[in-house]
């Protein structure tokens, strides 16, 4: 039986612990914080669920338009929106609550499944063995056959901007918040600066986002942050476009954030979303001879070695794609791979992402980055979403499916969709890229009238028969 030590419970390693079990290791786990990571603690379920609030308020603010009304004799505002009060001190608590649920839940899962799990924090001894440092002090040397290093990432910080946790704030403190920020200043309009924009912007905050490029989302899609930007606008938030922030203060009962060329903005709160860096520190990487990036992410292949011999490395401590489906598929690659079963390598091409924004931009397989730069040939067409019949009903204006195919056999092989619920929109174009369907086998699988789903049905067929590396836009 292999001696398996993982270190770092969030996707990365407790997908791996579990494959690694199935596989018939003897599994450790070692985990400083709680199981499932940030991922399931900080980041990724806590901040879904508090936009899974924003969502509803997004769908009262357009209620009047469905032609609801507030009760005439009770009501206390114009509008239906007018009329709900957001109450943050219990929108997080069950935020907190639920993460810490599914926190144990996971837990659970690993300890009835027989992995140990060691409350701690670990680092290499070598490529053969682990220290761990119980959190009552204690330390325990482990030997490993195999190590897993899965320790994520954390919010990067500007000298001059250091959270406080109480006005100037990093992702993981915004859930402390028990009222509703006067004026929230976003740094950073990456996918975490957005996210928080939309969803504070949903619940009726006065949002500023700084945003160091022309465009928010500077990373996605260009349509879809066009897109983005401008419901952004129409909804009142205010964005600073081509504007570096290089520092912030708690002045006051509120905050200064200073730009780089001199200009100041006020506000109640600034949440600071400037990226992420690796926490690779004091693990006994270099010593234990894994090679790092400049950046301090750990180099893997793409089956999740390193440079030293039995010791592989998964999710943000890489660096490889920032996102908690990667992470976990790092993991189970790694576990497949050291403990011989069959294995394909990671494969960037087919992996989905969304940015829970409203609306939701959601991303599978090449991108138009690509195609623009001739890296990848394609024909494509870009279908708004106000041309169909279930967005009408749902008052619905802003989004588009896009669609990627092969020039000369209309393989599918990426594709942007724009949409409330992209996240659930996107995983047919995932399922056909990963397939390598046709745009005609996909138009010609039923679609239910009316849906949006429809729409990525008549993208396809509007690609039927073109040729060339056309762009058809409707
Ligand atoms: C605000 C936000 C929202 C996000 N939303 C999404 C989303 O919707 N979908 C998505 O796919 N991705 C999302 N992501 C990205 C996602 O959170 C990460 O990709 C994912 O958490 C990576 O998983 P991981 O296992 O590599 O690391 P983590 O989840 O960071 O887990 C690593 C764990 O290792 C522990 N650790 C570190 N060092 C040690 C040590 N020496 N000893 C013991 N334990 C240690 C840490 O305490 C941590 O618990 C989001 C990120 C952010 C910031
Ligand atoms: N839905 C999701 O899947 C999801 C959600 C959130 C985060 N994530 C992942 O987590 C990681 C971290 O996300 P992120 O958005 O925090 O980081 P990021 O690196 O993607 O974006 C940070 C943004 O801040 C900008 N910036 C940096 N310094 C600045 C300054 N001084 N002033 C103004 N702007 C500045 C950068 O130009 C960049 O656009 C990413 O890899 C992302 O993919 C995923």
């Not at 907190?96 to 001894?125: M, N, Y």
Request: hydrophobic share 45%.
């Amino acid at each position: 039986m292999a001696d398996v030590v993982i270190i770092g419970g969030g996707p990365g390693g407790y997908e791996a612990a579990l494959v690694g079990k199935q596989l018939g290791g003897q599994v450790t786990l070692i985990e400083r914080r709680g199981l499932g990571g940030s991922a399931v603690l900080t980041d990724v379920v806590p901040s879904k669920t508090l936009i899974a609030t924003a969502e509803v308020m997004t769908q009262i603010g357009r209620a009047d338009e469905l032609g609801l009304r507030p009760d005439r004799d009770r009501a206390v505002g114009e509008t239906v929106a007018d009329t709900v009060e957001v109450d943050l001190a219990l929108v997080n608590e069950r935020v907190v609550q639920l993460a810490v649920q599914q926190s144990a839940d996971i837990e659970a899962r690993l300890t009835a499944e027989g992995i140990r799990i060691i409350h701690g924090t670990g680092r290499l001894d070598g490529t053969e063995a682990v220290i761990a440092t119980h959190a009552d002090g204690t330390r325990e040397r482990l030997a490993a056959d195999i190590t897993l290093v899965a320790t994520g990432a954390r919010p990067r910080e500007l000298p001059d901007a250091r959270p406080d946790g109480d006005r100037i704030l990093n992702w993981t403190q915004m859930y402390n918040l028990t009222e509703l920020p006067r004026r929230l200043i976003v740094v950073g309009s990456g996918v975490t600066g957005a996210e928080f924009a939309s969803a504070y912007n949903a619940l009726g905050v006065d949002v500023v986002l700084v945003s160091s490029r022309d465009q928010v989302l500077p990373s996605e899609d260009d349509d879809a942050g066009r897109v983005l930007q401008a419901v952004f606008e129409e909804s009142g938030m205010t964005i600073m476009s081509r504007a570096r922030a290089v520092a912030a203060a708690a002045v006051g009962s509120g905050v200064v954030v200073t730009l780089e060329d001199g200009r100041t903005v006020e506000g109640s709160h600034v949440l600071m979303a400037v990226g992420a860096v690796p926490n690779t520190e004091g693990l006994g990487l270099a010593e234990a001879g894994v090679a790092t990036l400049p950046s301090g992410h750990i180099e893997v292949d793409k089956v999740s070695r390193t440079s030293a011999r039995g010791v592989y490395a998964a999710g943000d401590c890489t660096g490889v794609f920032n996102l908690a489906s990667v992470a976990a598929m790092q993991g189970r690659i790694a576990m497949w791979h050291s403990l011989g079963d069959a294995v394909e390598p990671l494969d960037l091409k087919t992996v989905s992402a969304n940015v829970f924004t409203a609306p939701e931009i959601a991303t599978v397989g090449a991108t138009q980055g690509e195609v623009d730069a001739g890296l990848v040939r394609a024909r494509e067409v870009v279908l708004q979403l106000d041309s169909n019949a279930r967005a009408k009903m749902q008052g619905l204006k802003d989004g588009f499916v896009k669609v990627f195919c092969l020039p000369t056999t209309g393989i599918v092989i990426g594709g942007v969709i724009v949409a409330p619920h992209a996240s659930e929109l996107v995983h047919v174009l995932s399922l056909a890229v990963r397939a390598k369907i046709t745009v005609d086998q996909l138009a010609q699988a039923f679609t239910v009238y009316p849906s949006l789903s429809g729409s990525v049905a008549e993208a396809s067929r509007r690609l039927h028969g073109t040729a060339g590396d056309e762009q058809l836009v409707y």
